[in-house]
């Protein structure tokens, strides 16, 4: 993949399309800017080259996906591009080749590296993932420190008690699970009306700025001396 110079519309496009579509997610490329310019960028100017950004973090909070190499390398700085600039004081290299993987492969990725190549200016990234793994014990689940706090979650649990309580063995056990699964559940939930809830913020602080606007427009008008169309 790479992206296009004008690539604001046709990231949000994208983004829409993947939506749709089910099972795990992988976005790679060439995405020509970076998201950190401390970290993605040596050289140039450090206020240009992040157009996309924007677009990049609503695709990893929505789609589930994360840039495999800056995972396991928060703070390293690293490029993956270079100009072509003869004078060593003009040139500018930067980051903007990533792997954006789903989320619940990051535990099955064991290796992720950038690497010189003759075929290209650009280097090419790597990630290696686990295929197969040997069968162990499921680890004891628990439940988010978050969510234990949470009232709502806690009534939730008092009526799984009742309804499992005298069950024995068998009970207690289906009590966990349906505890864990029922915490997975509202956290979901509560994740959608946090969604939701910011874009009827957005929404409203646009409606803001346009009344701003329109105020600042007609005593503009008024100062001048115009006509205010209403």
Not at 71 to 87: E, G, H
Not at 140 to 153: C, F, K, P, S
């Amino acid at each position: 993949m790479k992206t296009p110079v004008d690539r604001k519309k046709w990231m949000e496009k994208l983004g829409r399309e993947m939506k749709k579509k089910k099972g795990m997610r992988v976005i790679a490329g060439d995405f020509n800017f970076v998201m950190d310019t401390r970290l993605d960028k040596v050289g140039g100017n450090k206020k240009n080259g992040t157009e996309g950004r924007k677009e990049q973090n609503k695709w990893e909070e929505e789609l589930g996906v994360v840039d495999a190499w800056r995972k396991f390398n928060p703070q390293m700085v690293a490029t993956t591009w270079t100009s072509r600039d003869k004078q060593k004081e003009k040139l500018v290299k930067t980051r903007i080749d990533r792997a954006l993987i789903d989320e619940r492969l990051i535990e099955r990725t064991t290796e992720t590296q950038i690497d010189k190549t003759t075929v290209s200016d650009h280097d090419k990234i790597t990630w290696i993932l686990e295929t197969a793994r040997e069968k162990t014990q499921a680890p004891y689940e628990r439940v988010a420190t978050d969510m234990i706090e949470d009232d709502e979650y806690q009534r939730e649990v008092k009526k799984i008690y009742d309804e499992e309580r005298g069950g024995g063995i068998e009970g207690y056990e289906r009590f966990k699970k349906r505890c864990v699964e029922k915490a997975v559940e509202m956290k979901k939930k509560k994740k959608k009306k946090r969604g939701r809830d910011r874009h009827k913020l957005n929404t409203e602080i646009q409606k803001m700025r346009r009344i701003i606007e329109s105020t600042e427009n007609a005593r503009n008008a008024q100062e001048d001396g115009q006509k205010i169309k209403r």
